[in-house]
């Protein structure tokens, strides 16, 4: 699906609260932050990782491109008496200017986890964590490579690109569901047409195959797999002559 609007920011928060993403990525990384900690989410999106990580620390600045979901992200936080998140309206690279303890970025755009030069800006800031939720190969019965030939950067790209440049890590792989709750057919083939960009026919034939009861809607799940890469105090190693 492309780009952020109001309906797209709307059935991403419901499945945020709905489906195991990103609940099963917060247990793993909730446990190694500590209380004074200030959180760099790089393309936070509507928040959702914000949101569940601002009661447990000191500070998060949420940064993204777009402003229509910085405007959500802030309109949420106010609702929630969450004070303190800031919204940054930036790409990335760009100065931060507070230190940082810890970085994350989940599910961002391709650059961001696969560029060198965009590691390397996250490795200057010397965070203590670099918490890397990268996409994985999604299962049946979305099968998005199915209906989406083109080539997306994933997390296989930025071991690759870790190991080239000699940073350690570690990676779990995670199994999730990350499924949308809908309010009926109509709505769960309209999700499906444009998140797997695919007619509207043959999206509205998908829907009636996989909608499940959810509530008083449907829900459609989306199995799939993620990585999470974490790096401990990352540095670019010295250049040598």
């Not at 609260?17 to 900690?37: D, G, K, M, T």
């Not at 490579?145 to 997306?152: C, I, L, N, S």
Request: proline letters at 10%; charged letters at 20%.
């Amino acid at each position: 699906m492309r780009g952020w609007d109001e309906k797209t920011i709307d059935w991403y928060m419901r499945a945020g609260e709905h489906s195991q993403y990103p609940r099963l990525v917060l247990a793993e990384i909730l446990p190694r932050l500590e209380p004074n900690f200030t959180v760099l989410d790089i393309g936070c999106g509507p928040g959702v990782y914000a949101l569940a990580l601002a009661p447990r620390v000191a500070l998060i600045l949420a940064l993204d491109r777009s402003p229509l979901v910085l405007e959500h992200l802030s309109w949420l936080s106010q609702t929630r008496s969450l004070n303190n998140i800031r919204c940054l309206n930036a790409s990335w690279p760009c100065p931060i200017p507070e230190q940082v303890d810890v970085v994350l970025s989940a599910l961002g755009s391709g650059e961001i986890m696969t560029g060198e030069e965009s590691l390397g800006a996250i490795f200057a800031l010397k965070p203590r964590l670099v918490f890397l939720v990268a996409p994985g190969q999604y299962r049946n019965p979305f099968a998005w490579q199915e209906h989406r030939p083109r080539p997306a950067p994933d997390g296989n790209d930025t071991l690759a690109l870790l190991a080239r440049l000699g940073i350690p890590y570690t990676a779990k792989a995670l199994a999730l569901d990350f499924g949308q709750p809908v309010h009926d057919l109509a709505e769960a083939a309209e999700f499906l047409a444009r998140f797997l960009e695919i007619p509207q026919s043959l999206a509205r034939e998908q829907a009636e195959a996989i909608a499940r009861p959810h509530g008083p809607g449907l829900y459609l799940p989306n199995p799939r797999n993620i990585l999470l890469i974490t790096l401990e105090n990352p540095a670019l190693p010295a250049k040598t002559d």
